[in-house]
C-alpha cells in the first residue's frame, strides 16, 4: 500500500492551495482518510480527517479556511486550502486507516509528506 500526496509549494499569505493524496496497492476499504502537518520545532498535529460516513473533524486553526473531500471510487482525499496564513507552513502529511483484505483489522498508513509554505 502506498499513499501519494502531491500539490504542495510555495504562495502568498491569503492565497488559496490543493493537496491530494492517493492510496493504491492492495486495498479493500479506506475508513478514515485524512491530513497531518508538522511545522518546524513543533509535533505532527492533524488538520482534517474524513471519515467513512463522509463526517469531518477539522483542527480549529483551519476551520472554515479548509475543506476536505474524498473520492472513495479512486482512493483519493483532497484538502482545499484558502486564506493561508504563514503559521499554516509545514509539512503536511496524509494518513489512512484502511484493510487491505475483507476481515483485517484495519492498518494506519502514511504518505511521505510534501512541504506546503505560505510567505507572509
Known amino acids: 500500500v502506498q499513499l501519494q500526496a502531491s500539490g504542495g509549494g510555495l504562495v502568498q499569505a491569503g492565497d488559496s492551495l490543493t493537496v491530494s493524496c492517493a492510496a493504491s496497492?492492495?486495498?479493500?476499504?479506506?475508513?478514515?482518510i485524512g491530513w497531518y502537518r508538522q511545522a518546524p520545532g513543533k509535533q505532527r498535529a492533524l488538520v482534517a480527517l474524513?471519515?467513512?460516513?463522509?463526517?469531518?473533524r477539522y483542527s480549529d486553526s483551519v476551520k472554515g479556511r479548509f475543506t476536505i473531500s474524498r473520492d472513495n471510487a479512486k482512493n483519493t482525499v483532497r484538502l482545499q486550502m484558502n486564506s493561508l496564513k504563514p503559521e499554516d507552513t509545514a509539512v503536511y502529511s496524509c494518513?489512512?486507516?484502511?484493510?487491505?483484505?475483507?476481515?483485517?483489522?484495519?492498518?494506519?498508513?502514511w504518505g511521505k509528506g510534501t512541504q506546503v509554505t505560505v510567505s507572509s
Open positions: 494518513n489512512a486507516a484502511l484493510q487491505r483484505r475483507p476481515g483485517d483489522d484495519f492498518g494506519s498508513y
Open positions: 496497492g492492495s486495498i479493500f476499504s479506506i475508513n478514515n
Open positions: 474524513i471519515r467513512s460516513d463522509n463526517s469531518t
